[in-house]
Structure formats: structure tokens, C-alpha cells
């Protein structure tokens, strides 16, 4: 059963523009989809190499802008841009890489929060290239959704096997070595920076891909947008953490979960609140209700500090946890 | 049963604050609007949808309106990159969208049929302005412009330095961008007193406006003129944070209670008697939009979105923001073209003093010296 | 005076220590010896309780220490002279003889307590003002006996105070240990240097993966075959 | 050509000299043991030569090359491998993969990597541990996982820091055992300990250094006799005894 | 010349508040050896505090010191016990999960804030919020002066307690070694707490010196949690004398760099500093490569 989930999976996304028709569904999924990939990426570096990066908006912007360059100064089809995002992004990550990684753990974590507001500083400043706050904007390929969905769809399964892929052979082993104890690894004739700096790169590459496709779909973007902090690189961080830190399947179970959560929270539960205003026509409930939707951003925050004092490897890393918490799981439960 | 009329607002994040009060003017009109019979009898329902102020939660938020609750139209939409992001999918949907706050001049210059635009785009901010240094401030002949680094300063003083330049003669001796939320400006200040400029126009949001002002008091800086580039400088806040300093301070505006609309101050009255705060350029678009709406929605032959969409084309009625009516002049298709004003701080309160003929008092030209006051 | 009886302790779901039960009397110096990893550490760690015991209880002068929090056991005078030492490395060597002497009395009392110290170990004297951090490794262990006697204990525990120290100094700490007991203060040592040890205690336990097999006189158990064989290597 | 050499090292950290001009050769074949007081320079000595440290001046040599500011990894793939004095576990991996990481430095494909590390982890008696992970370890099998790893690059030097501190006399037996069987296989050893149970038996040749000075080097019973030594590390009673 | 003295007084003035914030991040770094990316956040809150007192109840924001140090003080101590403190005892893959924490919380104090007092702007005009005196040509903003003396003492005040008092001392040894404070008899988890009280209410009183001459809304805590970052790092983390040097490095780096380069690059010249700070001075910062 295990061992046919993830293609009992890729079936059902295979199959769901077909059964969903819905735009605002389908729209939901190519999020799912993007954030899958960044996570992908983000766990490289972050849960198996254990480098953790607070900076993933500079590679997914750097993605973005490349994307929204070619289209807009080059006339090339951002589509040739997806790749070439990637490139961009690793081409940041590269020299970044090479001068900070002499840094470890939090430190690194900082520097890459330094490159993220780097990044959005120079997006900004630089208007002559990249318009500076006023974006780019280019007009959309297709108006289905569906072409847009299976393109996420191949990049996602793409990032998801070759990250399985890669931690399966001898990259993985050294990751998590890394991870483990750099002095070690070191001393064992893993060259630390030369793989810390492999880890970072895929990262970035993936990163990128998922921004030039995010430019591609919204056909916008802005400093603010793309090298946002809070709502790119903590999203990443999110995605990462709540599906499960070190996990192949963390960063879709994330994904899944982050954007259903916000979507829920947005608009209400599902316009729960609304549908049971109008219901029992109280006034209470309508409060309540504008209350619970204004309040997104705050249940992230909470989401995050129940997670990570609860379930701090994530879903699938706590999953024994959780099916301890079941009364059906039988599980034996932890000892406190 | 009523008719259904998407609108998208950022109701959370940091744009909450506008969004709040776009959103509040809206169900101050809609329920003028429905208490005063409504759309031929029937109710307009107004759906918020929050974007947080960001574009893919704004796609979600229009996604679902046009798909799950299938709006007869949206409006609303704020800044310009949710606007955008948003409005593609309208067209693409072929559902009419009333942008009404959204400033980037991309916006209308797409050739897009189903997207209109009530307000000017940020190139046209300081026409009003202009026509006063042609005709007041003629001994005006350098100019440093500061401006914050987003969309509207960017764009806005841009525009404007090539427009000092081009038609106006000016020398701008002077441009330089700042991060929003600087806590001292004085070194970007010192800077502009030693090159002595005739004219400091700046586009900023309303603190770093009072900021700037009061360091400029506290340097002792005396141009002839300080401008502001509508947004920060017309703002309650503006007032209260800057107290004394903010007199005779200039500014280009789109709207304030004293613009020669009708309805406009009442509009305003009402909004604060409902809601306790002042309101804005921004309510008034918004409050504006909503008649739009609804007036299109009445003339409209049938409830769908193509009919709907051909009758915001017709459109041509006054509002509290001033005449509405879809143009096409240079790039730009289905875009209302409105004059700017310029408003200056006398006595405590904003009073219109250009164009002349709808000046509420009269301007006082030069800046009077902060230390000779 | 301690008292541990019938305890067993878990790490998460992995138990180390089974029914572990033993005594230290008055002015003794009494001896935990053990292979790697049976749990001797562990003992200690749970009597100055940074380990809870799950089962069985510990007494100190009749007070139930395992009910206390680690605080809570200093003031009682049972200090724990961790293995490695443990100092604060970015202090200096009278700052951390000071951090010995937080409470009651040993606070009111800390300047006459830091004269003694100095008396004991001249060598800390001459360097009180040195970062703690670039001791030489004696050194840092007197210092780390020393940060000990400041709370002016009843009873002592060390942890393996001879770990991978040079021949010279080994001899000079356990010297010391003798020194202090003879003062009147209790000991429980734990080991690896089991010759030594057994011929300086007056009783002495043999944990063996996390239980107690054998106790004794130090003559006793040196003379032990079992002893003998596991320990001693003979 | 000598097989390993350090000549004249020097290493200072700020104003203090750790390790003030040190030379000496091991050959091959041979256990060299280290000895000192604490802090005398001897785990610098094997941080300068894996080069977690770079000199301040000196050099190592091996094998007639000048490895002296290779990069650690690179010593390690010249065949230069090391435990640490305070162990390094990969402590959430199993002990296998961590032996299979450092195979990696040997092997070409993941199935050779896993031949070898089960390999050594039968020759180091450790197999039966193979599916633990590492931080559950006790310590004495922790320091074995530390030599494990270090045979599974196959080196042919091996630099042993204190592996058998906190070994209680029994354990230790065993534990001389495995550094003899080490050596018959081939390997030279270079080996730092406190106990003289340990290094006067099986070190060929001993170095004393104090204060990051040599003192005394020759056979163990030369060492263990100089005065020098006596003095600044056995002291009076060792000599006696 | 009175370009460059106007912008040197800019940077030490701007530069002695810079330090206050970066103390309180400095002690909580040293203690939990986390890095308090809610910094910010705190400070919002005190400002907030401020606000009230001034607004509601008509108290002068240098008293109201007296409220919003306290105040966020308690608010730290809820923090790190609740929050915080029960994140040791739980295993994970990232030892970054305490820093991740405080980024939840800096999303929950935002969001909090706004409820209350929705996203408008809000300031404290006081008599002398735009008054100057000049020495010579160059302005001293009155406010940012007071504010300055002020934050100098509360640094020494710090300095004293960290040196001389048992308390302090402890928060010390707990920052370099917790287990083995805990055998000292500290009761580290109430020090982690009461640090982190500290931290807090030190910042909070950096929010409430700021507000005269500042202005106040829900997300103005993310860029002063990134200049807290910056300070901490720049003063070489652990160290209250670093702080103060951190921040005053910091407020004239932004001064001059606006003065010269451009007030766009007012941010940028803070993290490009930060950035070759943690290249070119790693053995500076001892801990950078132990943590
Ligand atoms: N923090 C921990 N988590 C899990 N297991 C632990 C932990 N600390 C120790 N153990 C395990 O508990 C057992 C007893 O360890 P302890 O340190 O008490 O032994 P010891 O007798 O002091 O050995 P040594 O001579 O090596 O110091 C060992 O099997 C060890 O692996
Ligand atoms: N990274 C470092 N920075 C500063 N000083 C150091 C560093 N590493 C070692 N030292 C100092 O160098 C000297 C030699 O230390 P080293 O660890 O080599 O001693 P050792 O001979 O291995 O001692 P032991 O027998 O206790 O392990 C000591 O004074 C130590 O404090
Ligand atoms: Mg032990
Ligand atoms: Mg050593």
C-alpha cells in the first residue's frame, strides 16, 4: 500500500483538471503545485544539507525577473525562460555560496536573510533594467488554466524524483553528513563547500524554475512580490517545516497544507461562517465571520508556533506521532 | 435574489489600512444605493473578497469570484500589481472590471475591452500642478525631487522630472529615491539645503511626509516652494503629525472634500458621522466606483457580463470624484480623464487653491521662512 | 546521608538505569565503577537531578532530592563536578569561583570560602583574573573542584575527574579529592581508573548495564574476580 | 623517501604558540605515540596536519610530498585519516551510513560503498550495531564508530586522538587489541593518549612535547624514563610505580 | 563641512538608539544562543504601549518608560515560557526551530497589533517632537538627543548589572554553558526567561524613546527587526559594549552612505556591511562557527 501511494498520487493529479473544471480550483492547484517545488528546493539545502536559508525570494525572484526580462527586453517567450531562471538563480547562488558558506548554522541563515533584502534592494533601485517598483507585466499565454497545470505539474514531479533521486545516491549521503557534523564530514573527504555549495544550487535552480513559472501565470511581477520575505522565503521555510524537514514528501504534503490553510483562512472557512450567517441571520456570526477572515496572517503565525512546538518534524517526519495521537492508530505513544 | 458584484480590496497586510476605507465607502454607497431601491428593484450584493494585498492571493480572490459566485463584474483592485495581476483575468474571463484606484499607466493601455479605469494614472498626478508653475511660481527655476521608492514614487516623479524638464524649463538639480519608514532623513535633507533648490517636490506616503517636513523645519531648510506629490501630503495624519510645521505646505491631489463635485463634501460628512475617521482620495474613488456601478448596472440590457460590460462603455454621469465617462487619448482605451488640483495646508486645513476657479482660498506664494514665522 | 533507592531512569523511551540502589554514609568516599555507557553518569546527573527518575525515590539527610529541581539540590550542599569539567570558559577564574556561591549561606559566607579555595589551590590564586577558557587542562579541573567547594558542600560528586588528564595531574587530583575529604566532606566518585579509586575508597558499587552487581570495601571488590576480570583486566 | 614527517610546525593562536616548532618522522608500519601534559599542543598537531588548522609555519610531509595546506578533504583522499578527541558522531544517520559516507571517499557506486562499510564494520567489531543510530551510542562505541569511519576511507596513515579515554581497564584491552590489528593490516599509526597502560605498550617509538615543545622522542621505556618527561607529565609517583 | 558634521551627528544620534535595540537582541542571543527575529515586533508593541499612554491617558512618553518597559518585559517572559522554553525539550532535525519560532511570533504580535488598532499610522506629538537646537550650523533634534543620553545610560546600566551582580553573572554563565550553570545552582530556565524579559523590555524602551519623533503602525517592526539583526552581528554578538559600537557603526554607516551615496541605499549599506562583516571578520565573532 506504502509502496503505490505516490503513484496512486501522481494519478489523481494527473487526472484532476479533468474531474476539477473549476478555474478557482485549478488556480488553487498550480499554487500547490509552485510551492511543491520550492519546497522541494528549499528542503535541499535546509532539511538534508541542514544549511537553512531564510533567502529562497532571492533565487525565486531572480527566476521571476529572468522570466519577465526575456519577455519584456529580449522578446523571447518566457516559456525558454523557465530553464534559464533556474540558470539565473544559480548564478546568484553561486558566488553567494561561495563567500558565505564559510558561515554555519544560524549565521548562514542570517547572511541569506541579508541576500533576500539585497536582492529586493537592487530589483528596486535598478529601475533602467528591471522597471524598479513598477514591475513587469507581460500578457499571459494561454487563458486555460489546464496547460499552466500540467506544466507545474511535470516541474513538480520533476523536483520531487530528482530530489529522491539525488538523495538516494552518494550527494545524499554527503548532505546529511553535512548535516550531521561538517568537522566530520570534512574529515571523512567530503569536500563540505564544494557539496554545500552542489545543495545550494539545486536549491536555487529549483527556486528558480518555480519563480520564471510564477511569472509566467500571474504575467506580474514587483520587488515586493517576488523577493518578499514573509510571504516567499517564510512561506518556503513553511511549506518546508510543516510538511516535514528532511522528508521527500514534506514539501508536497506542505505545500498542500499552506495553501489550503490560507485559502481557508482568507475566505472564511470555505464561507463557512458566511453560509451559517445567512443561515441563522445572526448578527454574531457575521462579526465573527469578517473577524476569522481578517485574521489570516495572524492563524499563519499561530499555525507556525503550534507546528513547531508540536509536530517540529513536520507531518510526514512526526507522522508516528500523529498516529499515536489516534486512538485507531495503536501506536505506542511517546513517553513524555 | 440580488445581483451579484465581485469587488477585491486588500483587507489584511500592509495595504489594510486603504483597503479598510475603499471597502468602507463601498458599503456606505451600496447600501445608499439598495435603500434607495436599488438596481431596478433589485438589490445590489456586494462581494469583498480580501487580497492581502498580494497578487496571487488576488488571482485566488477573483478566481472564485468568477467561477464559484459568477459576478456579473469586479471592481476594486487598489495597487497597481494586484490590479494587474487581477484584470488579466477579467479579460480573459470576459468579465468587466472597474479599476479604481490602481494607477500604473499599463493598466489602460492594453487595448483590453473589458477593463476601465476611473481613476487618472499616475502620469497625470501633476497636471494641476503644473499649470501653477506656469503661471504663479514663475521665478521657480531648480527643482529637487524626492521620492519614495515604490510604484507611485517611482513612476510619479519620474514623470514628473521629465515633465520639469521637457515642458516646463526647470532644472532639476536633484532626484533621489528613499526606502519608505526611513527613521532620519536629515542627511538626504542636508543635502538638498546645500544645493539651495527654488522648488522640493516630493512623493511620499503620509508619515515620511510629516517627517520630512519637520526635519526640514528642524534644518531650517527654505525653498520657495515644497510640494508634495499628492498621496502623504493631503492626509488627516499629515496634519495631526506635523502640527504647526505642515502650514502652507503644497500638495497635488486627485480629490479633497472642497473639489467642485457634487456630493463630495457630503460624502464626506457622512462617512465620518458613520465611521468616526475621515476618509480620502482613495473612499472617494471607491464611493464613486460604486455609483459607476450601479448606473451601469441599471442601463445594462440584460444581467450578464457582456451587457454589462457595453453599458460601462456608455457611461457618462458625475460623481463625487468628479465626471466619469470612458475615453480613448494616446495609449489608452476606455480610461476617465479628470483634472488634478493643487491644495495647500492654510490655517490648519486643506484648502483648494489651483485652479483658480475652484479655489477654496487663496495661495500663499513664496514658502514663508521657517525661522521668520 | 544519601540515600538512592530502587530507581530507574529513562532516556525518552530508552531505559539506562534498573532498580538502582545504594548509600553513601557520612564522610565517606564511596566509588560508582562501570563499563562505558552502564549508566554511571546517568546516576549522578539523576541525584543532582538533571534526569528524573521514573521509579524510586532518593534521600539526602532524609529530604527527598528527587523532588527538587537542580537548584534546589546546590542548596542542600550536594554538588555535582560534571565530567569535562564544564566551566564558563568566557569568565574568569574568580567570576566562576563566584558562580559556585550563589545561595544562603555559602553567598554570605563567599568571601572566607574564596580565601580557603585560593589556600587549597595557590595555583588558581596566581591566575584568578585569566579567562577561564585557556586553563590548562589541571588547571580547569582545580578550577572546577574549586567552583565545587564554594557552595560549601556536604557532599561531593565528581565525574570522572581523572578523564584525559596527563599522568602528573592525575595523581595531584587525586590528592585533592583525599584532601577535601579529609575536611569533612563526602564523596562519591565515579571512575575509570579503577586500581586507584578502589584502593582510595572506603566502599565502592559496580554498575553493570544500568544495574548494581556487586558491592563492597574497595578491598573487597579489588579482590573480587569478577572485578578482577572486568575491570582491573587481570 | 620517508613515509610521513612534520618539520619545524608552528602554530600560534593569537599570542599563544600551541605548538612551537615540532619535528618529527614516523615510518612506515610503525605506532608513533604522542604524549604531553594538557594543553601541550597535541591534538593541534593533528588539527595542523588534517589541516583543520593551517600552520603558521612548518610543514607535513608524505610520502616525499608536501601536503602542508591541502585542504582537509584532501588529506583525507591522500590516504591521512583521523578521529577526534571529543567524538563526532553523524548522529542521526545509522552507524552503517555513516561508515558508508566515508566509504564514499573509496568506493565508485553506492554497492561498493556499502561492501566496504560492512567490511570494516565487521574488522572494527562493530557490525552488530549497524542499524543503531549513532547518537544512541554509548561512548565507548561511539570512539570505535570514530575509528570505523576512519579505516573505511582506507587510509594509510591514521591519526588516533585519545580513543581510549574513559575506557575503563578491560575495555582497554580490547581496545589495543583493534590498534594492533590495525597495524597488521598494514596501517601506520600516529597515536595521542593519556593512559600509559596504553601507549607504553604498543607504541613503537614515543614524542613528549610540553608546552608545544618536544621534550624527549625514543622508545617507550627511553621516554618514560627522561627526566624531562617524569617531570612535566609521569611525575615522581609514575616513576616509582 | 556642515554637510559632514550635520551627517556625523545624524549617524552617533540615530546610532545610540540603534545600540539600545541591539542590546536586548545581543543578551538573548548570547543566553539562548537564538536569534529574536520578533525583535521588531516587541518593539511595536512598546511603541504601542506609548501610544496609549499618551493618547488615552495623557502620559509623556519618557514616563511612559515607566509602563512600557515593564509591560514588555512581562510580555518577554510569556514569550520564552511558554513559546520558547518548551522547544528544548523537543528534538529536531533544524537547530534553527527556536529562530523560526520567534518569526511566528513576529507574525502574531503584527497581526495581534492590528486588530486592535487596525492598520492606521498613528504618532505622539509632544512639544518638542520637531524641536532642534543648534550648535554652531549643525541641528541636534532634541528628542533623538534626549533619547541618546538615555539609551547610553541604560547601556552602562547594563554593563554594570551583567559585571557585578550575581544576577548578572548568571545570565552570563548561562549563555556559555546551561548545564553546567544548572549545577551552579541557576535556575537556568527562569535566567532564559527573565533574559528575555530584559531583551524585551530594552527594546521596548528603544520603541518608546522613538516615538516622539517617529510614527507608529503594525508592520513597522520587520525592518527594525532586520537593523537589530544587523547591529547584533556588527557588534559581534554577546556583547553589550559590541551593541552600542554595532549600532553606532550601523547609524553613521546609514547616515554617510545616505549623505554620499544615496538614501535609497540606506537599508542596502547596512546589510552590505553586515554581509563583509561576516566574511572579512569571522575570528571576530568566535561564535559564528561554534553555533
Ligand atoms: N542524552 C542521551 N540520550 C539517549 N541516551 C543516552 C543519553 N545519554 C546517555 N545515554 C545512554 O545511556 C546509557 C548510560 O550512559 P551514561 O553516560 O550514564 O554511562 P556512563 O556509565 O557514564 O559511561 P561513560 O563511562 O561512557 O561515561 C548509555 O547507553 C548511553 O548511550
Ligand atoms: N582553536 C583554538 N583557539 C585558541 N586556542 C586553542 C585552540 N585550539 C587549541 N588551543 C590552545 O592550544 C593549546 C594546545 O591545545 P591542544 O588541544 O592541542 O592540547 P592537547 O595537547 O591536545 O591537550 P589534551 O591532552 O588536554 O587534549 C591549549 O592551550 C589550547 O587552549
Ligand atoms: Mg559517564
Ligand atoms: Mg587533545
Redesign the pocket.
Known sequence: MKRFAPFLLLVILILFPLLVRDDYHQHLMILVLMWVVIGAGWNVIAGYTGQVSFGDAAFFGTGAYTAGLFATKLSISPWWAMAAGGVAAMAVAFPFGWICFRLRGAYFALATLALNEVMRHIATIWEDLTGGMVGILIIQTFVSKVPYYYIALALAVAAVIGVQAVMGSKWGYYFVSIREDQDAAESLGIDTHLYKMISLNIAAFLTGMAGSLYMNYMGFIDPEVVFSLHDISIMAILVGIVGGVGTVYGPVVGAFIMVAVHEFFRTGFFGFFKGLAALTGSQAITTLAKYVMQAHVLGFGILVVVVILVLPNGIVGDWKKITGWLPLGGGRRSAA | EGIKVGIILPLTGKLAKFGEIEKKSFDLAFEEINAAGGVNGKRIDPIIEDTTGKPDVGRSAIEKLIARDKVVMVGGGYSSSVTWATIAVAQQRKVPFLVNTGSADKITEQGWEYIFRLNPPVSEYPKGFASFLQNVATDVKTVAILHENTLFGQSGSKKFKKQCEKSLGLDVIMKEGYEAGAVDFKPLLVKVKSKKPDLVYMVSYIMDAAMLIRQSKELNLNPKLFVGGAAGFTLPEFQKSTGAAGEYIFSATLWTPSVPYPGAKRYFDKFVARYGTPTEYHGAEAYAAAYVIADALKRAKSLTPRAVRDALAETDMMTVFGPVKFISYGKKTQQNRLPTFLVQWLNGKLETVWPKEVSTAKYVYPFPKWNER | MLEVKEIDVFYGDLQVLWDVTFEVRRREIVVLIGANGAGKSTTIRTISSLLNPRRGTILFQGERLDLLPPHGIIERGVVHVPEGRRLFSEMSVEENLVMGSLYGEAKTKRRDTLRHVYELFPRLLERRKQMAG?L??GEQQMLAIGRGLMSLPHLMMFDEPSL?LAPILVQEIFGMIRRINGEGVTILLVEQNVHQTLAMCDRAYALENGRIVLSGTGEELSANEHVREAYLGI | MRFFEVKNLVKY?GG?A?VNDVSFEVKEGEIFGLI?P???????IFNLISNFHSPTSGSVLFKGRDITGLKTHRICKARIARTF?VVKPLGRMTVLDNVVAAAFSRAKTKHEARDLAMETLEFCGLAHRKDMLAKSLPIGERKRLEITRAMATLPELLLLD?TAAGLNPSELVEAIDLIRKIREKGVTIII?E?IMKVIMTISDRIHAINFGRTIAEGTPGEVANHPAVIEAYLGEAYARG | MEVFLQTLVAGILKGGLYGLIGIGMTLIMGVMGIINLAHGQLMMVGMYITFVCFHYLGIDPYFALLVSMPALFLLGVAIQKYTLNPLIEVESILPENQVLMTVGIGMVLTEVARFIFSSDYKSVQTSYSSSSFFIGEISFSLALTIAFFIAVAFTLFMFWFLLRTDLGRSIRATAQDKDAALLMGVNAQRITILTFGIGSALVAAAGTLLMPIYYLFPDIGGPFTRKAFVITILGGLGSTVGAIFGGLTLGLAEAFGATYIGMAFDDMIGLVIFILVLIFLPSGFKRITKV
Open positions: 585557556t590548562s587542562g584525559g | 593562536f599563544l600551541a604531553g594538557n594543553g601541550s599542543g597535541k591534538t593541534t578527541q585519545e595521542v593519556h
